[in-house]
């Protein structure tokens, strides 16, 4: 009886798990364009979606959603239902746009959200500067 106990809370715990797979960290060129792909267990697939900024995920700030205008100034969001994957894309990428982002999935319950660090070089506006001269 004991066994048995412990392989159903097993099975609840892996039945608690939620699949949300992202980069943990991505580096574009300032100037440039960077797409992250997010994906997820097709089980959400009518979920709204959204991409959030800020070190830590309660607090993070909202930078676009699905359910809302896909594009918000440099940054839009497309969600491929069909197969689990939502793209964020931020173009032009400014040297102010390096923080911490969210992918995040909204539910009832607790979100389920994966962190990814993002990161912006210099290299093209070197290579630029090269090319200018």
Known sequence: MRTLMIVLWLN???AGCVQLSAPEEVTG???G???????????FKDNPKYWCRGSVYELCRIVVRTTKKH???RTFIADDNR????????SPLRK???????CVISRSGRNVFQRVTLRVSDAGM???TLNAS
Request: hydrophobic letters at 35%; glycine letters at 6%.
């Open 12 to 14: 609840k715990q892996r």
């Open 29 to 31: 060129t300032r100037g």
């Open 33 to 43: 364009s960077l797409t992250v792909s997010c994906q997820y267990d097709l089980e």
């Open 71 to 73: 594009i918000n100034n």
């Open 83 to 90: 197969v689990g994957i939502f793209n964020v894309t931020m």
């Open 96 to 102: 102010e746009d390096e923080n911490v982002y969210w």
């Open 126 to 128: 070197f290579l630029e």
